[in-house]
Protein backbone atom coordinates (compact mmCIF):
# COMPACT_ATOMS: atom_id res chain seq x y z
CA UNK A 1 0.00 0.00 0.00
CA UNK A 2 1.59 3.33 -0.78
CA UNK A 3 1.81 6.00 1.72
CA UNK A 4 1.71 9.58 0.89
CA UNK A 5 4.84 11.68 1.59
CA UNK A 6 2.79 14.52 2.17
CA UNK A 7 0.67 13.01 4.86
CA UNK A 8 3.98 12.05 7.37
CA UNK A 9 4.39 14.12 9.69
CA UNK A 10 8.31 16.32 9.80
CA UNK A 11 9.89 13.24 12.32
CA UNK A 12 8.26 10.36 9.73
CA UNK A 13 9.81 12.78 7.20
CA UNK A 14 13.39 13.06 8.36
CA UNK A 15 13.13 9.52 9.16
CA UNK A 16 12.40 8.37 5.73
CA UNK A 17 14.79 11.11 4.21
CA UNK A 18 17.66 10.33 6.62
CA UNK A 19 17.53 6.19 5.68
CA UNK A 20 17.24 6.78 1.87
CA UNK A 21 20.16 9.20 2.11
CA UNK A 22 22.16 6.34 4.33
CA UNK A 23 21.44 3.50 1.96
CA UNK A 24 22.21 5.31 -1.48
CA UNK A 25 25.46 5.96 0.41
CA UNK A 26 26.11 2.69 0.97
CA UNK A 27 25.16 1.36 -2.65
CA UNK A 28 27.26 4.20 -4.16
CA UNK A 29 30.23 4.08 -2.24
CA UNK A 30 30.72 7.63 -1.97
CA UNK A 31 30.79 8.08 1.91
CA UNK A 32 31.57 6.23 5.10
CA UNK A 33 29.01 5.84 7.10
CA UNK A 34 29.64 6.98 10.63
CA UNK A 35 33.21 8.42 9.34
CA UNK A 36 34.43 11.93 10.54
CA UNK A 37 35.30 14.12 7.67
CA UNK A 38 38.70 13.45 5.56
CA UNK A 39 39.91 16.74 6.97
CA UNK A 40 39.64 15.68 10.09
CA UNK A 41 41.45 12.37 9.40
CA UNK A 42 44.29 14.28 6.87
CA UNK A 43 45.03 16.38 9.86
CA UNK A 44 45.80 13.51 12.44
CA UNK A 45 47.84 11.68 10.03
CA UNK A 46 49.72 15.23 9.46
CA UNK A 47 50.83 15.34 13.25
CA UNK A 48 51.28 11.29 13.72
CA UNK A 49 53.23 10.46 10.15
CA UNK A 50 56.78 10.57 9.61
CA UNK A 51 58.02 13.00 6.77
CA UNK A 52 58.37 9.71 4.91
CA UNK A 53 54.69 8.89 5.23
CA UNK A 54 52.94 11.90 4.78
CA UNK A 55 55.09 12.60 1.39
CA UNK A 56 53.95 8.45 0.54
CA UNK A 57 50.54 9.62 1.35
CA UNK A 58 50.93 12.87 -0.84
CA UNK A 59 51.94 10.59 -3.72
CA UNK A 60 49.35 8.67 -3.49
CA UNK A 61 46.81 11.56 -3.64
CA UNK A 62 45.21 12.29 -6.91
CA UNK A 63 46.07 15.21 -8.14
CA UNK A 64 44.25 16.37 -11.57
CA UNK A 65 46.10 18.89 -13.59
CA UNK A 66 49.32 20.55 -14.12
CA UNK A 67 48.48 23.96 -15.92
CA UNK A 68 51.95 25.77 -15.65
CA UNK A 69 54.61 22.92 -17.29
CA UNK A 70 57.23 23.43 -19.75
CA UNK A 71 58.36 21.24 -22.61
CA UNK A 72 62.52 20.67 -21.82
CA UNK A 73 62.47 22.17 -18.38
CA UNK A 74 59.87 18.65 -17.21
CA UNK A 75 62.52 16.57 -18.73
CA UNK A 76 63.73 14.03 -16.00
CA UNK A 77 67.63 14.46 -17.06
CA UNK A 78 68.27 10.79 -16.20
CA UNK A 79 65.83 9.81 -18.79
CA UNK A 80 66.83 12.27 -20.84
CA UNK A 81 70.38 10.90 -21.42
CA UNK A 82 69.10 7.59 -21.76
CA UNK A 83 66.89 8.42 -24.86
CA UNK A 84 69.56 11.09 -26.76
CA UNK A 85 72.12 8.06 -26.25
CA UNK A 86 69.56 5.87 -27.70
CA UNK A 87 68.72 8.36 -30.62
CA UNK A 88 71.80 7.45 -32.65
CA UNK A 89 70.30 3.89 -32.87
CA UNK A 90 66.66 4.87 -33.62
CA UNK A 91 67.28 8.04 -35.63
CA UNK A 92 71.02 8.04 -36.73
CA UNK A 93 71.68 11.01 -34.49
CA UNK A 94 74.08 11.55 -32.67
CA UNK A 95 74.74 14.37 -29.89
CA UNK A 96 78.14 16.19 -28.31
CA UNK A 97 78.71 17.96 -25.20
CA UNK A 98 81.64 20.22 -24.35
CA UNK A 99 83.40 18.67 -21.44
CA UNK A 100 86.79 21.72 -21.41
CA UNK A 101 86.80 25.36 -22.62
CA UNK A 102 89.81 27.62 -23.52
CA UNK A 103 91.96 25.13 -24.69
CA UNK A 104 91.37 26.64 -28.66
CA UNK A 105 93.23 29.97 -30.30
CA UNK A 106 90.36 30.21 -32.21
CA UNK A 107 87.57 30.31 -29.45
CA UNK A 108 84.90 32.03 -31.06
CA UNK A 109 81.94 30.64 -29.41
CA UNK A 110 79.83 31.33 -26.25
CA UNK A 111 79.02 27.59 -25.49
CA UNK A 112 79.18 26.72 -21.63
CA UNK A 113 80.55 23.78 -20.72
CA UNK A 114 77.71 20.94 -21.26
CA UNK A 115 76.58 22.76 -24.24
CA UNK A 116 75.03 19.97 -26.08
CA UNK A 117 75.22 19.93 -29.97
CA UNK A 118 73.88 17.83 -33.08
CA UNK A 119 76.65 15.80 -34.82
CA UNK A 120 75.68 18.32 -37.89
CA UNK A 121 77.28 21.33 -35.67
CA UNK A 122 80.06 19.54 -34.32
CA UNK A 123 81.01 18.47 -37.77
CA UNK A 124 81.34 22.35 -38.84
CA UNK A 125 83.53 22.89 -35.94
CA UNK A 126 87.44 23.78 -36.57
CA UNK A 127 89.54 20.33 -35.42
CA UNK A 128 90.81 22.18 -32.25
CA UNK A 129 86.88 23.06 -31.10
CA UNK A 130 85.81 19.67 -31.84
CA UNK A 131 88.21 18.23 -29.71
CA UNK A 132 86.70 19.82 -26.52
CA UNK A 133 83.38 17.90 -27.09
CA UNK A 134 82.76 14.36 -26.24
CA UNK A 135 79.91 12.49 -27.86
CA UNK A 136 77.13 11.69 -25.14
CA UNK A 137 77.37 8.24 -25.75
CA UNK A 138 81.19 8.03 -24.87
CA UNK A 139 81.10 10.03 -21.71
CA UNK A 140 83.04 8.41 -18.82
CA UNK A 141 80.61 7.93 -15.56
CA UNK A 142 81.81 10.45 -13.94
CA UNK A 143 81.00 13.09 -16.91
CA UNK A 144 77.83 11.46 -17.05
CA UNK A 145 76.89 12.47 -13.69
CA UNK A 146 78.33 15.78 -14.16
CA UNK A 147 76.45 16.21 -17.21
CA UNK A 148 73.13 15.52 -15.92
CA UNK A 149 73.70 17.82 -13.05
CA UNK A 150 74.61 20.43 -14.76
CA UNK A 151 70.89 20.65 -15.71
CA UNK A 152 69.47 20.77 -12.47
CA UNK A 153 69.47 23.81 -10.44
CA UNK A 154 70.31 21.70 -7.57
CA UNK A 155 73.54 23.59 -5.84
CA UNK A 156 73.81 26.65 -3.05
CA UNK A 157 74.56 29.74 -4.65
CA UNK A 158 72.68 28.75 -8.05
CA UNK A 159 69.68 31.15 -9.10
CA UNK A 160 67.84 32.90 -11.97
CA UNK A 161 70.86 33.48 -14.02
CA UNK A 162 72.17 29.82 -14.07
CA UNK A 163 68.59 28.67 -14.46
CA UNK A 164 68.07 31.00 -17.78
CA UNK A 165 71.14 31.22 -19.13
CA UNK A 166 73.18 28.65 -18.47
CA UNK A 167 70.90 25.49 -18.17
CA UNK A 168 68.26 26.04 -20.97
CA UNK A 169 71.66 27.21 -23.66
CA UNK A 170 72.98 23.38 -21.93
CA UNK A 171 70.06 21.32 -23.58
CA UNK A 172 71.31 23.09 -26.50
CA UNK A 173 70.02 20.66 -29.72
CA UNK A 174 68.30 18.44 -27.57
CA UNK A 175 65.59 20.75 -27.08
CA UNK A 176 65.35 20.69 -30.51
CA UNK A 177 65.56 17.42 -31.98
CA UNK A 178 61.78 15.97 -32.37
CA UNK A 179 62.89 12.24 -31.86
CA UNK A 180 63.86 13.20 -28.48
CA UNK A 181 61.28 15.89 -27.44
CA UNK A 182 58.58 13.62 -28.02
CA UNK A 183 60.09 10.35 -26.25
CA UNK A 184 60.39 12.75 -23.62
CA UNK A 185 56.92 13.54 -23.57
CA UNK A 186 55.85 10.19 -23.38
CA UNK A 187 58.26 9.85 -20.38
CA UNK A 188 57.27 12.45 -18.71
CA UNK A 189 53.67 11.71 -18.65
CA UNK A 190 54.76 7.89 -17.26
CA UNK A 191 56.31 10.11 -14.59
CA UNK A 192 53.01 12.54 -14.03
CA UNK A 193 50.71 9.41 -14.40
CA UNK A 194 52.12 7.49 -11.48
CA UNK A 195 51.86 10.15 -9.39
CA UNK A 196 48.35 10.82 -9.86
CA UNK A 197 48.32 13.72 -12.60
CA UNK A 198 45.62 12.97 -14.84
CA UNK A 199 45.99 16.14 -17.10
CA UNK A 200 48.70 18.56 -18.74
CA UNK A 201 49.18 21.55 -20.29
CA UNK A 202 52.92 21.84 -21.46
CA UNK A 203 53.89 24.52 -23.63
CA UNK A 204 56.05 24.63 -26.65
CA UNK A 205 56.48 26.32 -29.77
CA UNK A 206 55.62 24.30 -32.77
CA UNK A 207 58.12 25.43 -35.83
CA UNK A 208 61.29 24.96 -33.39
CA UNK A 209 62.18 21.85 -34.07
CA UNK A 210 65.14 20.83 -36.48
CA UNK A 211 65.79 17.41 -38.08
CA UNK A 212 68.93 15.59 -38.04
CA UNK A 213 69.94 16.51 -41.23
CA UNK A 214 69.56 20.80 -40.01
CA UNK A 215 65.94 21.06 -41.77
CA UNK A 216 63.79 22.87 -39.48
CA UNK A 217 60.52 20.40 -39.18
CA UNK A 218 57.24 22.87 -40.14
CA UNK A 219 54.52 23.32 -37.22
CA UNK A 220 52.45 20.80 -39.68
CA UNK A 221 54.92 18.02 -39.80
CA UNK A 222 55.29 18.67 -35.90
CA UNK A 223 52.06 18.57 -35.45
CA UNK A 224 51.34 14.70 -37.53
CA UNK A 225 54.08 13.19 -35.80
CA UNK A 226 52.91 14.23 -32.15
CA UNK A 227 49.48 13.37 -32.85
CA UNK A 228 50.65 9.82 -33.77
CA UNK A 229 53.34 9.74 -30.86
CA UNK A 230 50.54 10.26 -28.39
CA UNK A 231 48.54 7.25 -30.05
CA UNK A 232 50.90 4.84 -29.31
CA UNK A 233 49.90 2.52 -26.43
CA UNK A 234 52.65 3.16 -24.10
CA UNK A 235 51.37 7.48 -24.10
CA UNK A 236 48.03 5.98 -23.84
CA UNK A 237 48.21 3.54 -21.06
CA UNK A 238 49.97 6.87 -18.78
CA UNK A 239 46.49 7.91 -18.37
CA UNK A 240 46.97 11.19 -18.72
CA UNK A 241 45.20 13.62 -21.06
CA UNK A 242 47.25 16.26 -22.56
CA UNK A 243 47.18 19.55 -24.43
CA UNK A 244 49.65 22.23 -25.67
CA UNK A 245 49.68 25.86 -25.73
CA UNK A 246 52.29 27.99 -27.78
CA UNK A 247 54.25 30.15 -25.86
CA UNK A 248 55.75 33.21 -27.30
CA UNK A 249 58.92 34.42 -26.05
CA UNK A 250 58.18 37.76 -24.69
CA UNK A 251 61.00 40.57 -25.34
CA UNK A 252 61.92 39.01 -28.71
CA UNK A 253 61.75 41.85 -31.58
CA UNK A 254 59.42 39.79 -33.50
CA UNK A 255 57.11 38.99 -30.37
CA UNK A 256 53.92 40.26 -32.09
CA UNK A 257 54.48 38.50 -35.27
CA UNK A 258 54.74 35.24 -33.05
CA UNK A 259 51.54 35.80 -31.15
CA UNK A 260 49.45 36.10 -34.67
CA UNK A 261 51.03 32.99 -35.67
CA UNK A 262 50.28 31.17 -32.66
CA UNK A 263 46.93 31.95 -32.73
CA UNK A 264 46.69 30.91 -36.06
CA UNK A 265 48.59 27.64 -35.12
CA UNK A 266 46.00 26.87 -32.16
CA UNK A 267 43.23 27.55 -34.29
CA UNK A 268 44.04 24.98 -37.32
CA UNK A 269 44.95 21.92 -34.58
CA UNK A 270 42.15 22.59 -31.58
CA UNK A 271 41.98 19.05 -30.81
CA UNK A 272 45.80 19.21 -29.21
CA UNK A 273 46.15 22.73 -28.72
CA UNK A 274 44.20 25.06 -26.60
CA UNK A 275 45.71 28.11 -25.41
CA UNK A 276 48.47 30.97 -25.84
CA UNK A 277 51.07 31.94 -23.54
CA UNK A 278 53.96 34.28 -23.01
CA UNK A 279 57.47 33.27 -21.34
CA UNK A 280 60.28 34.58 -20.73
CA UNK A 281 62.34 37.20 -17.89
CA UNK A 282 59.90 39.92 -16.78
CA UNK A 283 63.19 41.46 -15.68
CA UNK A 284 64.04 42.00 -19.76
CA UNK A 285 61.71 45.42 -19.62
CA UNK A 286 61.26 44.30 -23.27
CA UNK A 287 58.54 42.32 -23.07
CA UNK A 288 56.19 44.55 -20.36
CA UNK A 289 52.26 43.88 -20.99
CA UNK A 290 51.19 46.88 -22.32
CA UNK A 291 53.35 46.26 -25.28
CA UNK A 292 50.80 43.53 -26.62
CA UNK A 293 47.56 44.92 -25.85
CA UNK A 294 46.98 46.37 -29.45
CA UNK A 295 48.37 42.39 -31.35
CA UNK A 296 45.84 40.82 -28.60
CA UNK A 297 43.21 42.75 -28.64
CA UNK A 298 43.19 42.26 -32.91
CA UNK A 299 43.71 38.49 -32.23
CA UNK A 300 40.20 38.58 -30.35
CA UNK A 301 38.73 39.75 -33.18
CA UNK A 302 39.08 37.39 -34.85
CA UNK A 303 39.35 34.15 -33.24
CA UNK A 304 37.03 32.59 -30.23
CA UNK A 305 37.75 30.35 -27.82
CA UNK A 306 41.45 30.16 -27.09
CA UNK A 307 42.75 30.10 -23.76
CA UNK A 308 45.59 32.66 -22.98
CA UNK A 309 47.79 32.07 -20.08
CA UNK A 310 50.44 34.64 -19.44
CA UNK A 311 53.83 34.61 -17.25
CA UNK A 312 52.62 37.76 -15.18
CA UNK A 313 54.13 39.04 -11.49
CA UNK A 314 57.23 36.97 -11.32
CA UNK A 315 59.18 39.34 -10.34
CA UNK A 316 61.01 41.09 -7.48
CA UNK A 317 59.96 44.73 -7.18
CA UNK A 318 56.68 45.91 -6.93
CA UNK A 319 55.12 46.94 -10.17
CA UNK A 320 51.44 46.94 -12.54
CA UNK A 321 52.52 43.55 -14.75
CA UNK A 322 49.81 41.74 -13.35
CA UNK A 323 47.11 44.32 -13.95
CA UNK A 324 48.37 45.17 -17.12
CA UNK A 325 48.60 41.27 -17.93
CA UNK A 326 44.58 40.66 -17.29
CA UNK A 327 44.37 43.76 -19.55
CA UNK A 328 45.90 41.26 -22.42
CA UNK A 329 42.79 39.21 -21.53
CA UNK A 330 44.97 36.39 -19.66
CA UNK A 331 42.66 34.31 -17.43
CA UNK A 332 45.39 32.74 -15.60
CA UNK A 333 48.53 34.39 -14.02
CA UNK A 334 51.69 32.29 -14.07
CA UNK A 335 53.81 32.47 -10.80
CA UNK A 336 52.05 36.33 -9.46
CA UNK A 337 54.53 36.24 -6.73
CA UNK A 338 54.18 39.81 -6.78
CA UNK A 339 50.31 40.23 -7.31
CA UNK A 340 50.56 40.80 -3.34
CA UNK A 341 52.02 44.15 -3.97
CA UNK A 342 48.74 45.30 -5.89
CA UNK A 343 46.38 46.00 -3.13
CA UNK A 344 43.10 46.88 -5.63
CA UNK A 345 44.43 44.14 -8.02
CA UNK A 346 44.06 41.66 -5.44
CA UNK A 347 40.91 42.76 -4.47
CA UNK A 348 39.66 42.39 -8.29
CA UNK A 349 41.15 38.35 -8.28
CA UNK A 350 38.75 38.00 -5.50
CA UNK A 351 35.88 37.85 -7.80
CA UNK A 352 37.48 34.94 -9.91
CA UNK A 353 38.12 36.80 -12.67
CA UNK A 354 41.47 34.65 -13.43
CA UNK A 355 43.11 31.96 -11.65
CA UNK A 356 47.03 32.27 -10.01
CA UNK A 357 49.62 29.30 -11.07
CA UNK A 358 51.09 28.71 -8.19
CA UNK A 359 55.32 27.50 -8.47
CA UNK A 360 56.29 26.98 -4.96
CA UNK A 361 59.33 25.30 -5.85
CA UNK A 362 60.38 27.51 -8.39
CA UNK A 363 60.15 30.60 -6.64
CA UNK A 364 62.26 29.73 -4.21
CA UNK A 365 65.08 27.94 -6.23
CA UNK A 366 64.74 31.37 -8.15
CA UNK A 367 64.93 33.10 -5.60
CA UNK A 368 61.32 35.55 -6.23
CA UNK A 369 60.96 34.56 -2.22
CA UNK A 370 63.94 34.10 -0.27
CA UNK A 371 61.77 31.86 2.38
CA UNK A 372 58.48 30.47 1.77
CA UNK A 373 57.31 32.97 5.61
CA UNK A 374 57.84 35.39 2.31
CA UNK A 375 55.45 33.77 -0.35
CA UNK A 376 51.47 35.24 -1.36
CA UNK A 377 50.54 31.68 -1.71
CA UNK A 378 48.63 31.39 1.67
CA UNK A 379 46.83 35.30 1.24
CA UNK A 380 45.71 34.08 -2.25
CA UNK A 381 44.32 30.59 -1.14
CA UNK A 382 42.73 31.95 1.98
CA UNK A 383 41.24 35.33 0.40
CA UNK A 384 39.72 33.30 -2.01
CA UNK A 385 41.42 34.46 -5.56
CA UNK A 386 41.49 30.96 -7.33
CA UNK A 387 44.89 29.41 -6.92
CA UNK A 388 46.58 25.91 -8.14
CA UNK A 389 49.69 23.70 -7.88
CA UNK A 390 52.29 23.86 -10.98
CA UNK A 391 55.43 22.29 -11.22
CA UNK A 392 56.72 24.74 -14.17
CA UNK A 393 60.06 22.89 -14.76
CA UNK A 394 60.30 20.27 -12.28
CA UNK A 395 63.23 18.24 -14.19
CA UNK A 396 65.65 21.16 -13.43
CA UNK A 397 64.81 21.56 -10.05
CA UNK A 398 64.85 17.62 -9.76
CA UNK A 399 61.14 17.71 -8.34
CA UNK A 400 57.79 16.25 -8.61
CA UNK A 401 54.29 17.11 -8.49
CA UNK A 402 54.63 15.68 -5.03
CA UNK A 403 57.04 18.31 -4.08
CA UNK A 404 54.80 20.92 -4.57
CA UNK A 405 51.86 19.04 -2.54
CA UNK A 406 54.31 18.55 -0.02
CA UNK A 407 55.29 22.00 0.46
CA UNK A 408 51.87 23.33 0.65
CA UNK A 409 51.44 21.17 3.28
CA UNK A 410 54.55 21.56 5.00
CA UNK A 411 55.55 25.04 5.02
CA UNK A 412 51.74 26.57 4.33
CA UNK A 413 49.25 23.84 7.06
CA UNK A 414 47.14 23.36 3.76
CA UNK A 415 44.14 21.10 5.01
CA UNK A 416 42.78 18.94 2.97
CA UNK A 417 39.90 20.34 1.43
CA UNK A 418 42.37 23.07 0.15
CA UNK A 419 44.39 20.29 -1.43
CA UNK A 420 41.17 18.74 -3.80
CA UNK A 421 40.42 22.67 -4.27
CA UNK A 422 42.91 23.12 -5.92
CA UNK A 423 42.76 20.10 -7.50
CA UNK A 424 39.51 20.69 -9.16
CA UNK A 425 40.83 24.46 -9.75
CA UNK A 426 43.65 23.10 -12.08
CA UNK A 427 40.50 21.12 -13.82
CA UNK A 428 37.96 23.74 -14.39
CA UNK A 429 40.38 26.55 -14.94
CA UNK A 430 41.83 24.40 -17.81
CA UNK A 431 41.52 25.34 -21.43
CA UNK A 432 40.52 21.72 -22.59
CA UNK A 433 37.22 21.38 -23.98
CA UNK A 434 34.35 21.19 -22.18
CA UNK A 435 33.73 17.60 -23.01
CA UNK A 436 37.06 16.33 -22.03
CA UNK A 437 36.89 19.19 -18.67
CA UNK A 438 33.75 17.13 -17.40
CA UNK A 439 35.19 14.19 -18.07
CA UNK A 440 38.58 15.06 -16.20
CA UNK A 441 36.15 16.51 -13.15
CA UNK A 442 34.54 13.25 -12.62
CA UNK A 443 37.32 11.22 -13.41
CA UNK A 444 39.21 13.71 -10.04
CA UNK A 445 35.68 13.54 -7.98
CA UNK A 446 35.85 9.58 -7.87
CA UNK A 447 39.66 9.59 -7.10
CA UNK A 448 38.99 11.58 -4.25
CA UNK A 449 36.17 9.68 -3.05
CA UNK A 450 38.49 6.13 -3.62
CA UNK A 451 41.46 7.94 -1.77
CA UNK A 452 39.75 8.70 1.26
CA UNK A 453 38.11 5.72 1.87
CA UNK A 454 41.32 3.74 1.41
CA UNK A 455 43.19 6.00 3.91
CA UNK A 456 40.36 6.90 6.19
CA UNK A 457 40.46 4.23 8.48
CA UNK A 458 42.92 3.82 11.56
CA UNK A 459 44.80 1.61 9.34
CA UNK A 460 46.01 4.50 7.22
CA UNK A 461 49.64 3.42 7.74
CA UNK A 462 49.37 -0.01 6.88
CA UNK A 463 47.90 1.21 3.49
CA UNK A 464 51.11 3.26 3.07
CA UNK A 465 52.89 0.18 2.64
CA UNK A 466 51.20 -0.68 -0.09
CA UNK A 467 52.46 2.89 -2.10
CA UNK A 468 55.54 2.99 -4.17
CA UNK A 469 56.54 6.23 -4.00
CA UNK A 470 59.63 8.14 -5.82
CA UNK A 471 61.28 11.12 -4.00
CA UNK A 472 63.53 13.28 -6.27
CA UNK A 473 66.61 15.05 -5.57
CA UNK A 474 64.63 18.01 -4.49
CA UNK A 475 62.83 16.25 -1.51
CA UNK A 476 66.55 14.70 -0.42
CA UNK A 477 68.05 17.60 0.05
CA UNK A 478 65.55 19.69 1.70
CA UNK A 479 63.38 17.35 3.62
CA UNK A 480 66.39 14.17 3.76
CA UNK A 481 63.49 12.12 2.33
CA UNK A 482 64.67 9.02 0.65
CA UNK A 483 62.99 5.74 -0.58
Not at 9 to 35: D, E, K, M, N, P
Not at 211 to 216: M, R, S, T
Not at 410 to 430: D, I, P, Y
Request: proline share 4%; hydrophobic share 40%.
Amino acid sequence: MKLSFLRKTGIQRLYVVTHFLLLSALLSGSTRIGAESFDAQFERIKKSATPAQLFTLLYAAPKAGDLHHHIGGDWRMEDLYRIATNALTAEGQRFYTRVRAGSCPEEGNTWVRFATISRRTWQALPECQQGEFVALDQLTAVQVTDWINSLRLDQPGEGRDEFFERIWPRLGALQQDPYVGMEMLVETMKRYGAEGVRYLEPQTIPDYWIDPDGKAVDGEAFYERMSRRLRQPDAVATGVDIRFQVVVIRFLPIAEQRVAAAYDYVDRHRDLFVGINMAGREDNNKGYPRRFLDIYRQMRHRYSGIGLSIHGGEADEPNAHGRDTLLLGATRLGHGVNLITDEDLLLHLRSGVAMVEINLVSNLLLEYVKDYKDHPFAEYLRTGIPVALSTDDSGMWDSGMTEEYYTAVKEFHVTWSELSAMGTNSLRWSFADPTLKAKLLEDYRQSLTRFEQRFGGANWAEQLKLVHPVAYGYARRRWNITF
